[in-house]
């Protein structure tokens, strides 16, 4: 497929307008290739992925990450992580570029975004709201279910070695609002939304304070939640063109429990 066409055409779902004004995204490494037929799906580009493709990169045509390679000035960051820079001159010299939709992917149009896909890989369905964050999404359950219940059923559902539960609210829940990866201080606009409960990661201590003085619920989950990623991107590659080569590196690996 045309490379320029294949973006503009994951840009109808993931534009970079709907990014966080923090976050890089587009273009990480080198320019597009004119046509791409094989793509390798990664959460983050680093030395372990790249070791993974390096005896096939003459075959690869586009490389997409969730994280950005540069997050924050290039300058900075390629002075102070020589490890970074070793592997980004690497991949100048292997000419395959490197896209990351991140945050645009997170708020992502069309049900086809991070949390959407969470929400229907649990097995429910997206509730038809506007949140003020573009990237948070809702469910309201069927039926009440006991708050330790669904705890499980999220833990179970994504292999999770475990999860965090704050359940300083209610018992049982009817509903529920969630943004992968780091968003728990954005708890707030959860509960002054009418959701039992909040679902996120990454929580420092002050905010999980804040959130059982204000006698809410709080699910925090591994950071790595957001591997689903390789699933999504690939289902809408695949919709934009089903003769698309996807290869998915899936390396990451849950901390291990002690």
Known sequence: MNSKKLLRELAKFYPKSLKESYDRVGKMINNLKDDTATIVLCLDFDEIVYQQIADKLDNIDLIISHHPFFFGPKGRIMKNDPLKKELYEKMVASQVPLYAFHTNFDAGKAHKGMNDAII???????????????????CHLNKKMAIDDFALLFKKTFALPMVELINAGQKEITSFA?????????YLEAMNSGYDLFISGDAPHHVRREIVLNK??????????????????????????????????DHEEFPKII
């Not at 939640?225 to 999504?232: A, G, Q, S, V």
């Open 120 to 138: 229907e890989e649990l097995g429910f369905k997206v509730d038809k709201i506007a949140f003020k964050d573009l990237a948070m999404r809702g």
């Open 178 to 186: 969630l943004i992968a990866g780091g968003g728990s201080r954005r």
């Open 216 to 249: 809410y619920n709080y699910l925090n989950v591994y950071h790595e939640i957001e591997r689903i990623f390789l699933k999504r991107m690939k289902k809408t590659l695949l919709e934009i063109d089903p003769s698309l080569n996807i290869i998915l590196i």
